[in-house]
């Protein structure tokens, strides 16, 4: 099942919530919650490191680093799904608010 | 300017991260630090509501709530191309081990 | 109002709490994602330095991280009296757990 | 050893990791993030759970709980330590800064 975009990935979650009869716990608030404590496991894996070594993983922390990236993606999607919201169209306004916020000192 | 994947959004990011001269702070740790920062200030959205409420909300809420959903999503991306890995490809892979892990119950 | 140890605070809190009939918002979960949001807030100050810039603040960064450091302390305590916890016991219990988790290589 | 304030933890705090060789690892920078792992590590114990069951936790998840917050405090005591903070005036200078800012609609 490769997904070819975020809304695919979001119909899979939600039938594989349903399956299990998660929806129960799937509040958007517990839904926060859960991506917190997921990108906090992923900083758990920089914390000791410094900005060099962060660069320069191994394979084997490449790999944990990009499943814990995997499950800070699922949850937002998961969130974004219960609560109607496109996160594709939100990315494209929050940078057309940073590029007001933060105009480049020349552009190339 | 739509974005049609999430590598299109890399791209962009790796551009406006360039022309401010912000590479020498986006280490993957850094990354990772502000990842955190934003995913909580999601949760922030959330955390006096009851789970009831955190599925009814306004259309200011939601709107401020996307927002925040979107710089989850902007460091997410940010993270994942600093450190060459495929987000959609990591969640492939996630998906299939938590299907694995937690087998439905009955399958519809 | 200095307060002498951890319990006084408690006391304080509980009272600050009451006048202001925030005890219906203050389950452990709720408490829980707080002390995530402010844990977080602090971390914010440190995201864009250096480890050698972190250990070398201004005095306003300095007191702008000491009342993050207090917001943490303050949602710990809190949440510790919902939960009937005594704080610096269970700080002396996981100490006693580290001392033996990880022996010192030699003792001076 | 038990504990009878803070700055007690703190001082046995700095003798752990100095024993340990861990002062090259400890700068602020890092000990926030550790810190912000740590909350998370004791929000996912309530992340399911309503907010009712987060105030009738059984003996086990109880004494989990106890040293996850303890993480906590050791984090944020160590922190303090190395920033030089005085954590129990920072609540007390919090706190003040708190009474002004939410006034009690009625004074017992």
């Given at each position: 099942?490769?997904?070819?975009?975020?809304?695919?990935l979001a119909?899979?979650?939600r039938?594989?919530?349903?399956?299990?009869?998660?929806?129960q716990f799937?509040?958007?608030?517990n839904?926060?919650?859960?991506?917190?404590?997921?990108?906090?496991?992923?900083?758990?894996?920089f914390?000791?490191?410094?900005?060099?070594?962060?660069?320069k993983?191994?394979?084997?922390?490449?790999?944990?680093?990009?499943?814990?990236?995997?499950?800070?993606?699922?949850?937002?999607?998961?969130m974004?799904?219960?609560?109607g919201i496109?996160?594709?169209d939100a990315a494209?306004?929050?940078v057309v608010?940073?590029?007001?916020?933060y105009?480049a000192?020349?552009?190339p």
């Amino acid at each position: 099942m490769p997904f070819n975009a975020l809304s695919e990935l979001a119909v899979f979650l939600r039938g594989f919530a349903a399956e299990r009869g998660w929806e129960q716990f799937h509040s958007p608030k517990n839904l926060a919650m859960a991506l917190n404590v997921e990108a906090a496991e992923l900083s758990e894996h920089f914390q000791w490191l410094t900005e060099q070594q962060s660069l320069k993983l191994d394979e084997k922390q490449r790999e944990a680093v990009a499943l814990e990236m995997a499950d800070v993606l699922i949850y937002l999607v998961r969130m974004a799904d219960r609560l109607g919201i496109d996160l594709m169209d939100a990315a494209r306004r929050k940078v057309v608010l940073n590029t007001e916020k933060y105009p480049a000192e020349r552009r190339p």
